[in-house]
């Protein structure tokens, strides 16, 4: 059976644009493979050989400062993309954060395909505009908000990105750590935790089972989130 064919999640990915003999054509030169929690793909500087889709689970890519300090740059989800890279190396290091399903694409075999496909280029294309808009709202989130803002966007970045996939917006699934939260964020790990005991308390929000957090009051959140 042709894997593509058979994705469940086709239609969220860079390969939705293609047809059944085009999407043959792709499932010849990938190789999927299931990474347990906290594995490394690939690291910052790593010749990038490969390109990814994530089908489950959830990665997270950050750099590493000169003092050692951490920066995570993005959590991506099902359907994302991951490997894009200017040079002939990767600007940052990939590693899971839950259990992930993956796509590994060889980096020579895709760009001849992409040649061949424009669909999917362009696909590629819309996508890393996508990626490009969430850094400018990262950017934001870094520079002027306070840390109960930058919590409150938080929740609501997971919130509609699970909405725009068909799940459930609320309560909001949050996989990460405190400290890959701090780590996203700009804020330690403690400021993190305090920020949430105080959403808690407020009644904003309440922390349920299985890394769930559920928004009891949406209007609240979008107001602090805005500053308001």
């Known amino acids: 059976m042709n894997p593509c064919g058979a994705c469940p999640v086709r239609s969220l990915t860079v390969c939705a644009a293609l047809d059944p003999e085009e999407l043959r054509r792709l499932a010849d030169i990938l190789q999927t493979s299931r990474v347990e929690a906290g ?21 997270k ?8 300090r951490r920066q995570i740059t993005g959590f991506l989800v099902t359907g994302d993309f991951l490997g894009l890279a200017v040079n002939d190396s990767y600007a940052y ?13 060889p980096r020579k075999k895709i760009d001849a395909l992409m040649d061949e496909f424009p669909k999917m280029q362009r696909r590629l294309f819309s996508m890393a505009s996508n990626e490009l808009a969430a850094a400018q709202d990262q950017m934001l989130l870094l520079g002027r908000k306070t840390a109960k803002e930058k919590i409150c966007s ?3 970045m997971l919130s509609q990105r699970a909405a725009r996939r068909g799940h459930k917006e609320n309560p909001v699934y949050v996989p990460m750590s405190r400290a ?14 305090r920020t949430f005991t105080q959403l ?7 922390l349920q089972e299985g890394n769930k957090v559920l928004i009891s009051d949406m209007d609240a959140i979008y107001d602090m989130a805005e500053g308001c």
């Not at 594995?39 to 990665?59: C, I, M, P, R």
């Not at 808690?200 to 309440?206: F, P, V, W």
């Open 61 to 68: 890519l950050y750099k590493l400062l000169p003092d050692g």
């Open 93 to 105: 290091t990939a590693e899971t954060v839950t259990a992930a399903t993956l796509c590994r694409f």
């Open 180 to 193: 890959d939260i701090a780590d996203y964020l700009g804020l330690t790990t403690e400021t993190v935790s």
């Open 39 to 59: 594995q490394t793909l690939f690291s910052e500087g790593d010749a990038a050989d490969a390109l990814y889709n994530v089908t489950a689970g959830t990665v």
């Open 154 to 156: 938080f929740l609501l």
């Open 200 to 206: 808690k308390t407020a009644g904003a929000i309440s």
